[in-house]
C-alpha cells in the first residue's frame, strides 16, 4: 500500500512561515480526504486540517487563521501553509488519507478514522 510522503519540515523562528508537502498522487481528489496532523513530544496526534474530495476545508482549532491546506490541480501533492509559526507548533506533521468523500465534520479530527499515515516530518519553532 503506498503511503503519502511528507517534506519541507525545518527550524523556523517564532513569528516564521514554513510550508509542508504531501506526495499523494495515489490518493486521487474524487475518492480520498487528506488531512495533516501532528504529535508533540509527549503528547497525542492532534487534528491540523483536513481537505475533502470537493476541495471543502477543516482546521483544528489551534491553527485557524494561521494554516493553510491546499492541493495542486492533479492532487498529486497536498500543502500545509503555517504563518505566524508559534513555539507551540512544534512537532513531528503526519499525512493522512481516508477514503471517504465527505470528512468536514469536526468528528473528521479524531485520529481513529484515518488509516494511513505517512512517516511524517519534524518542524522545530524556537522563540
Known amino acids: 500500500e503506498e503511503r503519502p510522503v511528507e517534506s519541507g519540515g525545518g527550524s523556523v523562528l517564532a513569528g516564521g512561515s514554513l510550508t509542508l508537502s504531501c506526495a499523494a498522487s495515489?490518493?486521487?481528489?474524487?475518492?480520498?480526504?487528506m488531512g495533516w496532523w501532528r504529535q508533540a513530544p509527549g503528547k497525542e496526534r492532534e487534528g491540523v486540517a483536513v481537505?475533502?474530495?470537493?476541495?471543502?476545508?477543516l482546521y483544528g482549532d489551534s491553527v485557524k487563521g494561521r494554516f493553510t491546506i491546499s492541493q495542486d490541480d492533479a492532487r498529486n501533492t497536498v500543502y500545509l501553509q503555517m504563518n505566524n509559526l508559534k513555539a507551540e507548533d512544534t512537532a513531528k506533521y503526519y499525512c493522512?488519507?481516508?477514503?471517504?468523500?465527505?470528512?468536514?465534520?469536526?468528528?473528521?479530527?479524531?485520529?481513529?478514522?484515518?488509516?494511513?499515515w505517512g512517516q511524517g516530518t519534524h518542524v522545530t519553532v524556537s522563540s
Open positions: 493522512a488519507a481516508v477514503g471517504a468523500l465527505v470528512c468536514l465534520s469536526t468528528d473528521w479530527l479524531t485520529e481513529n478514522r484515518w488509516h494511513i
Open positions: 481537505i475533502s474530495t470537493a476541495g471543502g476545508t
Open positions: 495515489a490518493y486521487s481528489a474524487s475518492r480520498w480526504c
